[in-house]
Nanobody, 123 residues
Framework: QVQLVESGGGLVQAGGSLRLSCAAS????????MGWFRQAPGKEREFVAH?????????YADSVRSRFTISRDNAKNAAVYLQMNSLKPEDAAVYYC???????????????WGQGTQVTVSS
């Protein structure tokens, strides 16, 4: 089992920045990759970014490419981060961290999920 805990959400003005963190615990050595999805009210959960655990290859949704950066720390205390710059009102959502042991393509199919962290962007 893998447990995921997100942090770093909050309220920011349009054009501002936030950095989300996701701390992983448990059997993190078995993971293939981690990343982020988001869900806005009345909308389906959508893929944001993914990073592979081994090579650190990164993948992004077109809507966030060049503004968001995903990174990871695969040392003893495994974690993944999402640096969000030039935030727009449409980026407002609950952001969920996910992880998987198996490679499943893009967007990934995560086995484990965190509880989510709220990001609010004021215009």
């Amino acid at each position: 089992q893998v447990q995921l805990v997100e942090s770093g959400g909050g309220l920011v003005q349009a054009g501002g920045s936030l950095r989300l963190s996701c701390a992983a615990s448990g059997r993190t050595f078995s993971m293939d990759g981690m990343g982020w999805f988001r869900q806005a009210p009345g909308k389906e959960r959508e893929f944001v970014a993914h990073i592979t655990w081994g090579f650190g290859s990164t993948y992004y949704a077109d809507s966030v490419r060049s503004r968001f950066t995903i990174s990871r720390d695969n040392a003893k205390n495994a974690a993944v981060y999402l640096q969000m710059n030039s935030l727009k009102p449409e980026d407002a959502a609950v952001y969920y961290c996910g992880a998987s042991r198996f490679r499943s393509g893009i967007p990934p199919e995560y086995e484990y999920w965190g509880q989510g962290t709220q990001v609010t962007v004021s215009s």
